[in-house]
């Protein structure tokens, strides 16, 4: 099992995903312009709103039963947090394109990859960056357990995914790339 270490003690408090000891930040071009877009949101329109409410709250009088100024303090903490996170990881970012591996039958970051379990169910995951999988969406962070089982493995491929059951016999069936620009 791998150490994990966190960029800040609040991002734990977040529950926000922590990077394992020794990588690297691996990203798609889109999930950086996607955290890259969050970030300058933040920091260009919701802050100042933020800032605003407070002043004009605090401006008030009594803060200690002010609802505005409260919730107003704690979302611009929330806020700061969140920029400071947003920070950190763009700054460390590698960004990869995916692209670059189209038509490729290996599996690298990137790829989207259908494989077959022993069962006979096929699944379909996306392999991408901490920041920017969603597993709602069939996208997995690269060192989740069945990106590491699939990562440099070919179409044809019998692998075996260590799971918590067990291990569990997969076949890769296909790895297809985004189409360059």
Known sequence: MSQVISPDADDEELGLPALPVGTRNYMTPEGYARLRSELFVLIDDERPKVVEIVHWAASNGDRSENGDYLYGKKRLREIDRRIRFLTKRLEIAEVVDPALHHGSEQVFFGATVTYIEASGKERTVTILGIDE????????????PIARTLLKSRV???????TPSGVLPIEVLDVSYPSPV
């Open 156 to 162: 044809g491929d019998e692998l075996k995914l260590v």
């Open 133 to 144: 999988a969603d597993a709602l969406k069939g996208q997995v962070s690269w060192v989740s």
